[in-house]
T-cell receptor, first 111, second 114 residues
Framework: DVKVTQSSRYLVKRTGEKVFLECVQDMDHENMFWYRQDPGLGLRLIYFSYDVKMKEKGDIPEGYSVSREKKERFSLILESASTNQTSMYLC??????????FGDGTRLSIL | AQTVTQSQPEMSVQEAETVTLSCTYDTSESDYYLFWYKQPPSRQMILVIR??????QNATENRFSVNFQKAAKSFSLKISDSQLGDAAMYFC???????????FGKGTHLIIQP
């Protein structure tokens, strides 16, 4: 069974901090994704990666960056956290033309 | 760009009854995939059912089935014999396949009444 693990279920940070959200998958998937989920808006794609060291912007990349140094790990970085980045963050992975598998999510609060 | 519209923010159904969740989408692609995902209070996003656009036959998975109308760009989910464990937020999702991200609808909150 595919396992996508996000490092934290809950995280509280302060405005201006640099924040790292980590995601690891154990199925050798080439594709990995970061979404944010807000009430009434569904999930929106922030960034995705289809290979090591490759990254593509999604629909809402502003204020975020990503890093994929190893195939199994995809990190989301908030360079200078702001209150409007308080949200639920979901990581997913997939292989070609197969459904995405999701982690349990990280609920991030920026104070 | 793709868009996915779920017009029902919330639906309620009696246990053991049948409920249908609506979804319409817009895409310029001829080949794509459609999914229904559910997200229970535990938060994990779980795949319910998938449909390849090139297949005319509607997908079924046990009590879950879809009505896929490609020309109308409609993709509804029918849940038969509703169970308490079906209570969740349901998302209709479009994918172009490959490495592209998913496009989600805003979700329908399904309530199961005992």
């Amino acid at each position: 069974d595919v396992k996508v693990t996000q490092s934290s279920r809950y995280l509280v940070k302060r405005t201006g901090e640099k924040v790292f959200l980590e995601c690891v998958q154990d199925m050798d998937h080439e594709n990995m994704f970061w979404y944010r989920q807000d009430p009434g808006l569904g999930l929106r794609l922030i960034y995705f990666s289809y290979d090591v060291k490759m990254k593509e912007k999604g629909d809402i990349p502003e204020g975020y960056s990503v890093s994929r140094e190893k195939k199994e790990r995809f990190s989301l970085i908030l360079e200078s956290a702001s209150t409007n980045q308080t949200s639920m963050y979901l990581c997913a992975s997939s292989t070609a033309f197969q459904p995405q598998h999701f982690g349990d999510g990280t609920r991030l609060s920026i104070l | 760009a793709q868009t996915v519209t779920q017009s029902q923010p919330e639906m309620s159904v009696q246990e053991a009854e049948t409920v249908t969740l609506s979804c319409t989408y817009d895409t310029s692609e001829s080949d794509y995939y459609l999914f229904w995902y559910k997200q229970p209070p535990s938060r994990q996003m779980i795949l319910v059912i998938r449909q390849e656009a090139y297949k005319q036959q509607n997908a079924t998975e046990n009590r879950f089935s879809v009505n896929f109308q490609k020309a109308a760009k409609s993709f509804s989910l029918k849940i038969s014999d509703s169970q308490l464990g079906d209570a969740a937020m349901y998302f209709c999702v479009h994918s172009g396949g490959g490495a592209d991200g998913l496009t989600f609808g805003k979700g329908t909150h399904l309530i199961i009444q005992p």
